[in-house]
């Protein structure tokens, strides 16, 4: 029963670091920032050095490493076109989602950090003198947890097509305060559209669904390794 036990928790605690690995590599990743940027128009509207200092502001605020305020004229940004007199800037409002996104993604990483370590703990226990039996254990959590996350994905992909619809709905879920909606015009808007979100759900997707095939192919491996050995061992 307490191995049963042991699986099931370890089951749902890879599918929590399956879900969030991804969030956590590209998340800070400047030059994925970049190509989205790109790929988007960003820097055809707005000076791309000021863009990716702002980032880089972004970033160490995520990080808690500094506050921002609308004030502060370091994390202005000027336009593409150097014949406007006017730079863009984050007003109260844009500033006040940006610290709702930093709370939500500090509690997003101390679950998957605590998820990685409780795993580690939760895989030693399982550990015993007999290897092939560890080995299974841990080929069917590897099974369990891939296989849900691969509904999941599926699933998730399909509620994608619409992904207006799954963005705000993300977005009332997450910011009940409501201050996510911002007018066309304004820093964060330019500087993150619609697009720039659609391509990293798809990234993030994308990534999940290998993580978890890979898993899914390693369980059925170490599965077969615990039926051979014991078969022939």
């Avoid at 970049?34 to 970033?59: P, Q």
């Amino acid at each position: 029963m307490l191995k049963k036990t042991l699986i099931l928790i370890n089951s749902i605690l890879i599918i929590i670091i399956i879900l969030f690995t991804p969030l956590a590599y590209y998340i800070f990743n400047r030059g994925y920032y970049e190509n989205l940027y790109e790929d988007n128009g960003v820097f055809s509207i707005l000076n791309k050095s000021d863009v990716l200092d702002i980032t880089e502001k972004i970033f160490k605020f995520f990080k808690y490493e500094s506050d921002l305020d609308p004030l502060d004229y370091t994390i202005q940004v000027r336009f593409s076109d150097e014949s406007m007199g006017i730079v863009a800037a984050f007003g109260p409002d844009e500033i006040s989602h940006l610290y709702d996104v930093r709370k939500l993604l500090v509690k997003i990483f101390i679950l998957y950090c605590g998820s990685i370590i409780l795993f580690v703990v939760m895989t030693f226990l399982l550990i015993e003198k007999n290897i092939k039996n560890f080995i299974r254990n841990l080929g069917v959590i590897f099974i369990i947890s891939s296989a849900f996350m691969l509904l999941f994905i599926i699933i998730l992909y399909f509620l994608g097509e619409n992904f207006p619809v799954l963005f705000d709905n993300f977005h009332q879920k997450f910011f009940p305060q409501g201050n996510y909606a911002f007018p066309p015009g304004s820093l964060i808007i330019t500087l993150f559209p619609f697009g720039f979100f659609y391509n990293f759900f798809i990234r993030l997707i994308l990534s999940s669904t290998i993580i978890s095939v890979v898993l899914l192919i390693t369980g059925i491996i170490f599965t077969n390794i615990f039926k051979f050995v014991k078969k022939y061992g």
